[in-house]
């Protein structure tokens, strides 16, 4: 964890809600393993979305936003093959809201039925 966060309100925050702070030495990303791999993975799944869906950098939060909640409600075998969501709030997540990204519009499907 980076010096960012080494603050005395934070210090405060963690010790109310049993969090305990762990700091890697500066400039030194193979302490921060785990972290560094997940903030490229999920940068990697924004610049896919954006390029998929030809849509423009300055979308780029939305896509952050996006590939975050996608990575969460996908099944990982880690997890022995439930999701992150699955896990944290002990039900299964939907996958009918989900569409493609960069869609000006979508169609109403429930109109034709």
Known sequence: MGREFDK???????????????????HTSPQNGKSERMIHRLNDITRTLLQHG????????????AATYIHNILTTSVLHFRSPTSML?????????????????????????
Not at 54 to 65: E, I, K
Not at 89 to 113: Q, V, W
Request: a positive charge; one cysteine or more; charged letters at 15%.
């Open 54 to 65: 030809s849509v423009p950098p300055m979308y780029w939060v939305d896509a952050l936003y």
């Open 89 to 113: 709030y002990l039900k299964e997540p939907s996958y009918d809201h989900l569409r493609i990204f960069g869609c000006a519009c979508y169609p109403n499907i429930s109109a034709t039925m």
């Open 8 to 26: 005395k309100k934070n210090h405060g925050f963690a010790a109310t809600n049993g969090l305990i702070f762990r700091f890697s030495c500066p």
